[in-house]
């Protein structure tokens, strides 16, 4: 059974930063990809940024790019979202998600499997 469960949201002021994290277990695949999605009230589910478990590519949104890292530690099954330079317009309930069949839809949330339950980031002064 698939679980995830992420971890490290909070509040933080624009400019500053956090570090999400997502505990992943009973993947069975050997290929697959694990993304960070966020949703903000009012809007559809967007795609964040996303990691290959074959080679550790990683694809970013053009939203965060240069700001969010992900990473992964294979060996405590953990994943990362290294969040700089926050912005208000960041502001959303972030998940962590499996793509078991590696599809390769990128970041499109209709390819992902199973789904932690989500953290708060807000970003506001």
């Known amino acids: 059974q698939v679980q995830l469960v992420e971890s490290g949201g909070g509040s933080v002021q624009p400019g500053g930063s956090l570090r999400l994290s997502c505990a992943a277990s009973?993947?069975?695949?050997?290929?697959?990809?694990i993304g960070w999605f966020r949703q903000a009230p009012g809007k559809k589910r967007e795609g964040v940024s996303c990691?290959?478990?074959?080679?550790?590519?990683?694809y970013y949104a053009d939203a965060v790019k240069g700001r969010f890292t992900m990473s992964r530690d294979n060996a405590k099954n953990m994943v990362y979202l290294q969040m700089n330079s926050l912005l208000p317009v960041d502001t959303a309930v972030y998940y962590c998600?499996?793509?078991?069949?590696?599809?390769?839809?990128?970041?499109?949330?209709?390819?992902?499997?199973?789904w932690g339950q989500g953290t708060q980031v807000t970003v506001s002064s």
């Open positions: 998600s499996v793509d078991v069949a590696a599809r390769g839809v990128i970041l499109c949330a209709g390819a992902y499997d199973y």
């Open positions: 990691i290959s478990s074959s080679d550790g590519s990683t």
């Open positions: 009973g993947i069975s695949s050997d290929d697959y990809y």
